[in-house]
């Protein structure tokens, strides 16, 4: 079977594999309890008990975002909503979904990608090295440390270095992408509890004029960097392990002798000949790891009041609004999806014995 | 025949396991995450005998916030608060169950103050009485006042948290009618025309009040500078439904009187001045001042002092007595416990012993779940192949491209947040690598020659698989069935911070929620005892299950 035929396979498969999540997707929301209309009329009937009025403003809101259709065609629709991008409105605040998405998503790619690549970089160097210098004190420290970050819960280690850089030594500021002076008056987002249902970190608008970029970059910085360190530190383990365990296998090879009998350095020989070849691993771990990247760190996002897609999530599943949760559920699937082909892909650029069956 | 060999079997498997117990004992990894597991095991079990607190229902076991007691004899350079204050009270025959021992007293003209056997709680005879008494031949005499006080020393060098004063008072004595003519206008409906019309009437309410008001006035008094701070009232808004004869201007509000009679026995109350109540805003908070750093440890008073005003009904016996009973002070420290108390002063050392029982119970289950689920489909899949695996590779492959959080926070919100609920989810979401593990051993173990054997000698499908299969697996499953535990309990502690526990357990991740919830991190000794308890137990789990893999795959022992 040649390359051609290869990915279109793939390309078959991953289009199965989508029509599957989107069905599961439309099967678990449809199933979750409670009902978005009577919790946005439940404060107007408070006030002024009227059952008839209630029912007629519950249908109008149920026929308005399509909820009182039967099932069947409900999924018909849905699914053509999602192939054509068409996400719907937020049931509470009636904003396009894909608008509020876009908006959320360069917040969620800076937290996110940044710590993935910062991980992916820090994990494959350290785990090479150990490897190398396996059974060594270093491996000892690199293996046991990795173990112990990538079992530290991450709301944990987030609150640890809140009390830390900024209760104890007020380094680093606790909460917010941004400082709060930089807001105006009447956008300033309100402070992230869990328990409050909604918090709303969009309209923002930055009050620094554009003279002063550096002061811009160091209050981004500063504020990106405790809740980038805790997702690279959990996120580094994993991929130094990964890493490690094929590099050992590597380092085994007939070809790894070779190289050192013809006197190539040794850090040539564990990053030029040991680790491309140990790296199929590694790149599907990389990808399927980029490909979550827009599920956000609920939890990260969470302690931080970070204003990306992960608190998104976490705020629709409070007040049951299944448009972004289909949506946000669908556009991540997607890119798992589209990360695990990619690497697939990348399977045969890298290592050419690969035979495509 | 069969009893021999069902011996000779029993036997390979004692010696087969001795030796593994061996190997095992070599292995410090092993034993150090099963000693953890043990403890934390013990724990779980023994949490009643631990602590007598019930993590979730016993609040106001002391203090908000108190930090740990230990914290005392830690010098203050690495943190500690030598000096911080503890609970106490003072109560030093505050019941004056047999005389009016331990307490001071002033003395006036026409009051007398006795020891009374009457006593305001049924429990406890006795009570302190203070009485005015007038003949009918004098005029009215105008305020007299004595005081009842006693001396206590505060023993910490930092002031409390806060300071609650007890006191129950009942006045008695001869009454006098007043009746007040009242006009009323009201609204009425009349049916005749149909309307609603207003009309006016006079409404006469009798007033029964005692001859002699009785006012009181509860204060603090620090012996060193002789200051006296005012308990209650402290302002005139607070006692704003009695009457309080002082302009708000006045530093020191005068008494408030208390007790309007409306029967023969007047009225009995119990109350409770708690500093607490001070605290509203634009209030200054009195409990620094009163405990000044700079004076403390030192002698206090606790006192009440009583005014009986006497002006209404001259040339009569009059009569009016107070009882005084159950006043006493109690101090809430700084410190308290083994690990100090969270926002509703219910004990934190409980909650993490009780955590630990959640912990492994959802994380032990859903991990055996799991590993089940996994097993069944990977035994089905590697063995069946063709459609069989295809379809349940397909599905596992879907269940992995979900998002694996979201995914769970959705289902806990569907079903509920219970503790079984979180075992089934955490479960039905945990299977897939083990399923493809198993797979990919089945599809090699079904071209052995065993299998082939057993194959032609026309051994059925399920034979083979749980005679020859299935125990060339189950070395991937005990490891499996380690590894998987700290994932589990990872995800039930974030569900858990998340706000999706279960109400009636306490458990880890919970504990932090409500630090998160209370913007607490500041208090370290909350913040950091359930997370390390997470991580230690699953970092044990992690190195039991690397110690089990070691002794299964006898290779990985030769290369580590």
């Given at each position: 079977m040649g390359l051609r035929s290869y990915i279109a396979k793939r390309i078959v498969y991953s289009f199965i594999l989508l029509l599957l999540v989107l069905s599961l997707n439309y099967t678990i929301f449809m199933l979750m309890p409670g009902d978005p209309a009577a919790m946005l009329i439940a404060p107007l009937i408070q006030k002024e008990p009227d059952p008839e009025r209630a029912a007629r403003l519950k249908q109008q809101l149920n026929e308005l975002w399509g909820i009182a259709d039967p099932p069947l065609i409900r999924f018909t629709k849905y699914i053509k909503n999602m192939l054509t991008w068409?996400?719907?409105?937020?049931?509470?605040?009636?904003?396009?979904v894909a608008d509020e998405m876009i908006k959320r998503i360069p917040f969620t790619l800076v937290l996110l990608g940044g710590s993935t690549t910062l991980a992916i970089i820090i994990g494959v160097i350290l785990g090479a090295l150990s490897a190398h210098k396996r059974g060594s004190k270093f491996d000892t420290f690199c293996v046991t440390s990795s173990l112990i970050f990538y079992s530290l819960p991450t709301f944990w280690m987030g609150l640890l270095f809140i009390l830390i850089?900024?209760?104890?030594?007020?380094?680093?500021?606790?909460?917010?992408?941004?400082?709060?002076?930089?807001?105006?008056p009447q956008n300033a987002p309100k402070p992230?509890?869990?328990?409050?249902a909604s918090y709303n970190p969009l309209g923002?608008?930055?009050?620094?004029?554009?003279?002063e970029l550096l002061k811009l970059i160091v209050g981004y910085a500063r504020h990106a960097f405790l809740p980038v360190t805790v997702l690279t530190l959990f996120q580094y383990g994993g991929f130094l392990l990964l890493t490690r365990a094929t590099m050992i296998e590597a380092l085994t090879e007939d070809y790894i002798v070779t190289a050192r009998a013809k006197g190539v350095s040794e850090r040539d020989v564990i990053f030029k000949h040991a680790l491309p070849n140990a790296s199929l691993p590694i790149i599907t771990s990389a990808a399927l790891s980029y490909g979550f990247?827009?599920?956000?760190?609920i939890i990260t996002e969470g302690v931080f009041s970070w204003p990306g897609l992960g608190g998104w999530i976490f705020d629709a599943i409070g007040f049951k609004d299944y448009n972004i949760l289909q949506a946000v559920f669908y556009v991540i699937a997607l890119c798992v999806i589209a990360a695990n082909f990619i690497a697939d892909l990348l399977y045969g650029i890298i290592d050419p014995r690969i035979k495509y069956d | 025949m069969p009893a021999l060999g069902y011996k000779k079997a029993l036997n390979l498997y004692f010696s087969r396991t001795k030796n593994l117990l061996k190997i095992f004992i070599h292995n410090p990894k092993g034993i150090i995450g099963l000693f953890v597991i043990i403890i934390f095991a013990l724990m779980a079990i023994f949490a009643p005998l631990l602590t007598p607190?019930?993590?979730?229902?016993?609040?106001?076991?002391?203090?908000?916030?108190s930090a740990p007691v230990?914290?005392?004899?830690?010098p203050s350079f690495l943190g500690g608060r030598p000096g911080a204050a503890e609970n106490f009270a003072i109560t030093e025959n505050s019941d004056f169950t047999n005389s009016l021992e331990a307490w001071n007293y002033t003395t006036a003209p026409h009051i007398s103050v006795n020891h009374s056997s009457?006593?305001?709680?049924?429990?406890n005879p006795g009570s302190a009485k203070i009485t005015f008494t007038r003949n009918e031949t004098e005029d009215t005499y105008g305020n007299v006042t004595v005081t009842l006080n006693k001396e206590f020393y505060y023993p910490f060098a930092e002031k409390p948290r806060k300071f609650t004063v007890y006191c129950s008072l009942f006045a008695n004595g001869t009454l006098y009618n007043e009746t007040i003519s009242k006009l009323v206008r009201e609204r009425y409906y009349d049916n005749a025309t149909g309307k609603w019309k207003i009309r006016t009437y006079y409404l006469n309410t009798t007033k029964i009040g005692l001859d002699v008001n009785i006012t009181i006035f509860i204060y603090i008094q620090?012996?060193?500078?002789g200051k006296i701070f005012p308990?209650?009232?402290?302002q005139p808004q607070l006692a704003d439904y009695l009457y309080v004869?002082?302009?708000?201007?006045?530093?020191f509000p005068k008494p408030g009187t208390i007790y309007n009679a409306s029967k023969r026995w007047i009225k009995t109350d119990t109350f409770t001045p708690d500093s607490d109540i001070i605290r509203?805003?634009?209030?200054?908070?009195?409990t620094p001042i009163i405990f000044n750093q700079t004076l403390i440890p030192g002698y206090y008073r606790l006192g009440i002092n009583i005014t009986f005003q006497d002006f209404?009904?001259?040339?009569k016996e009059v009569e009016a007595s107070l009882y005084v009973d159950r006043f006493y002070i109690k101090f809430e420290g700084t410190v308290w416990g083994l690990m100090g108390t969270d926002h509703y002063g219910s004990d934190l050392w409980s909650q993490l012993v009780y955590g630990s029982r959640i912990s492994l119970y959802v994380g032990l289950l859903s991990s055996i779940l799991s590993v089940l689920i996994g097993l069944i489909v990977g035994l089905a899949a590697g063995y069946m192949g063709r459609y069989v695996d295809e379809v349940l590779m397909r599905f596992s492959d879907m269940l992995l491209v979900l998002p694996g959080l979201p995914l769970l926070i959705v289902l806990i919100a569907v079903l509920g947040a219970t503790a079984e609920n979180l075992i089934i989810i955490i479960g039905l979401l945990g299977w897939m690598g083990f399923a493809r593990l198993v797979r990919s051993q089945v599809l090699s173990l079904k071209e052995r020659p065993f299998v082939e054997a057993a194959r032609a000698v026309g051994a059925g499908r399920f034979h083979i698989i749980s005679t020859h299969i299935m125990p060339n697996v189950m070395s991937l499953v005990y490891v499996s069935l380690a590894t998987s535990v700290p994932s589990a309990i990872v995800s039930e502690a974030a569900l858990s911070f998340l706000?999706?526990?279960?109400?009636n357990r306490m458990s880890w991740g919970r504990m932090l929620y409500e630090v998160q919830a209370n913007g607490a991190v500041q208090y370290w000794w909350w913040v950091i005892p359930p997370g390390l308890c997470i991580a230690a137990l699953a970092i044990a789990f992690i190195m039991f299950g690397f110690a089990l893999d070691e002794i299964f795959n006898p290779k990985l022992r030769m290369r580590r």
């Open positions: 068409n996400f719907g409105v937020t049931f509470r605040n009636r904003v396009p850089f900024y209760v104890q030594l007020g380094w680093f500021p606790n909460a917010h992408p941004y400082p709060a002076e930089w807001i105006l992230f509890t869990i328990t409050t923002i608008v930055v009050n620094v004029d554009g003279g990247i827009l599920s956000g760190a | 607190y019930d993590p979730v229902k016993d609040k106001y076991v002391s203090g908000s916030y230990w914290l005392k004899y830690i009457f006593g305001i709680d049924e429990t620090r012996v060193s500078d308990v209650w009232p402290y004869d002082a302009s708000p201007a006045d530093k509203y805003p634009g209030i200054e908070d009195v209404k009904t001259p040339l706000g999706f526990y279960d109400p």
